[in-house]
């Protein structure tokens, strides 16, 4: 069965071993001052690695074979879930094989759009620390290491006060609680779906699909950072993320986001060249990120005050933004769910002057039909692969100023740290797989 346990020692995502306690007793003392939770929440300080886990939830129903989404006039019917076959797709949370025909026609498929791949090699596991000559390239464009992005990302929604929701790295055991509290606001997210858990919960991703939320591609196996993956490799894990999307839903995504925020120009083309996207989230400077850090949560590495810390950070920097924002956080985990449902959300939704809550496709003034590649119009569709990266200006249009291209380390928001404590962190983290 291809399928995981809530448990954090089961998942390969899970990053519980990244850092030491020690770690934790730095954060400084927070106090949180709430506008609004749910009053079904759990108590936040509960919300912890050690919370024992909940009951899983089930969907509140299952979509029929066949069911089209009203949000998408000319949508094709929704594929039956009998039809998707784990034995007919590559492992759970491994990095695809690149000699199966089915990668080898999407390698033959991007070498026919004519798209340049620059030849840039693949980076050492570690992020910047261990790739200083990489990092040091801004002719590279590696928003890892400084923040350096181009015209082809999305990195932002364009309206001031507009937050573009998204949470990443499902379906997962506990997003149908998700769902359900989104419902209940009338709320739509972007989902950005990890290709192999669609097998394992393909029922939870057709929800969110007729349910009017967006669907995003990130990745067949987020067990590696895609500038550390040969272009090959960069094929495999996008193109069967396509491909089991379309199987589950009938529509395939032209947007993507890369795990751990990792992209640069090589891994750009090759997005492009498959039709797709890059979707970011919000930072305004070299080392800052609009990052809740939730997904650290459950790995104990940073507590559930911690996260809500953060989010008052990311708060008071979206009120100076000229534009909207995006902001990351994760449907991964019991915990992630529980602080997005019990405090982030009902704060923001309590907030002066009113925030308003949106895809991200949404939010750039676009439907959901232009999400896909089977629905859109060709004319408000995000930018069109044949553009490319290349002669682009790099740096996103920032209100202060402040966008990096530096070449530092920070693909983390490690806003709240001491120095001493953030160059900690960038050591650890060079070691180990973040979740992002
Ligand atoms: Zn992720």
């Known amino acids: 069965m291809n399928a995981q346990t809530p448990s954090s020692s089961s ?13 934790v007793q730095s954060l400084p003392v927070i106090s949180v001052s709430l506008l609004s939770t749910n009053p079904t929440a759990v108590p936040l300080s509960q919300i912890a690695a050690t919370e024992a886990s909940s009951p899983t939830p089930t969907l509140a129903s299952t979509p029929p074979a066949g069911a089209t989404p009203s949000s998408i006039p000319g949508a094709p019917g929704l594929p039956s879930l009998s039809s998707i076959i784990p034995a007919n797709y590559p492992k759970l949370d491994v990095v695809p094989p690149t000699d199966s025909a089915e990668v080898q026609q999407w390698i033959a498929e991007v070498q026919s759009t004519g798209i340049q791949i620059p030849n840039i090699s693949p980076t050492q596991p570690g992020g910047c620390p261990n790739n200083t000559q990489a990092a040091a390239d801004t002719s590279r464009c590696w928003w890892t290491c400084g923040g350096c992005v181009r015209t082809t990302d999305i990195a932002d929604c364009p309206t001031q006060n507009t937050w573009g929701l998204t949470y990443d790295d499902g379906p997962a055991y506990y997003t149908p609680n998700l769902l359900n509290y989104l419902d209940q606001n009338n709320l739509k997210s972007t989902f950005f779906v990890i290709g192999s858990r669609a097998v394992s919960f393909p029922a939870i991703l057709q929800s969110e699909y007729l349910g009017a939320h967006q669907l995003s591609v990130h990745t067949w196996s987020h067990s590696a950072p895609l500038t550390t993956l040969t272009n090959e490799q960069v094929i495999a894990e996008l193109g069967w993320t396509k491909k089991v999307m379309k199987a589950v839903t009938g529509v395939t995504p032209n947007t993507m986001r890369p795990p751990f925020g990792d992209i640069d120009d090589r891994v750009r083309a090759i997005s492009l060249a498959m039709g797709l996207t890059p979707i970011m989230w919000t930072r305004i400077s070299a080392t800052q990120t609009f990052d809740t850090g939730d997904y650290n949560i459950h790995g104990g590495s940073i507590t559930s005050e911690g996260v809500m810390q953060n989010w008052y950070w990311i708060m008071g920097n979206a009120s100076k933004l000229s534009t909207g924002f995006i902001v990351l956080e994760h449907d991964l985990f019991q915990q992630s769910v529980e602080i997005a449902t019990g405090y982030i959300l009902p704060d923001a ?34 930018p069109p692969a044949t553009l490319g990266p290349t002669g682009t200006s790099s740096g996103r249009p920032s209100s202060t100023g402040t966008n990096g291209n530096t070449g530092q380390s920070g693909a983390l928001s490690l806003h709240s740290l001491p120095d001493a404590v953030v160059l900690g962190l960038l050591s650890l983290i060079a070691g180990s797989a973040v979740l992002l």
Request: charge should be neutral; aromatic fraction near 2%.
């Open 349 to 382: 939704l309590a907030r002066t002057p009113k925030l308003t809550l949106q895809p991200v496709i949404t939010c750039l003034g676009m439907t959901l039909a232009d999400a896909y590649i089977e629905t859109n119009d060709n004319k408000t569709n995000p």
């Open 11 to 23: 998942s390969p995502l899970a990053p519980s071993s990244l850092l030491s306690s020690s770690s």
